[in-house]
Nanobody, 121 residues
Framework: VQLQASGGGWVQPGGSLRLSCAASGRTSSSYTMGWFRQAPGKEREFIGAVGWSGGSTLYLNSVKGRFIISRDDAKNTVYLQMNSLKPEDTAVYYC???????????????WGQGTLVTVSS
């Protein structure tokens, strides 16, 4: 499975961005798709994940109500809609995939290259 994240950029605090992650290769709607981020000088952290057909989601507490993860299996694409962005959301954002329908922050075997999101005034 190959993953290609896109959509990063600069945005002012309070603004919105939508990231996309296109999957190719041996894709499957039964894969769980996740988003992670890594801020400068910090460890990578799990943001959220979406399960089979978008029926189940899991989010980091600090992004609940602001970020929405969705997927379009017909397009082999997963999205991260980010609203009410804060400077502390500045990071490189990665999409990832894991085999299986369990929605979890663990055991992701496939990773995209990352896209930078900068939130500042």
């Amino acid at each position: 499975v190959q993953l290609q994240a896109s959509g990063g950029g600069w945005v002012q605090p309070g603004g919105s961005l939508r990231l996309s992650c296109a999957a190719s290769g041996r894709t499957s709607s039964s894969y769980t798709m996740g988003w992670f981020r890594q801020a400068p000088g910090k460890e990578r952290e799990f943001i959220g994940a979406v399960g089979w057909s978008g029926g189940s989601t899991l989010y980091l507490n600090s992004v609940k109500g602001r970020f929405i993860i969705s997927r379009d299996d017909a397009k082999n694409t997963v999205y991260l809609q980010m609203n009410s962005l804060k400077p502390e959301d500045t990071a490189v954002y990665y999409c990832a995939a894991r085999e299986g329908i369990t929605v979890t922050k663990n055991e992701y075997a496939y990773w995209g290259q990352g896209t930078l999101v900068t939130v500042s005034s």
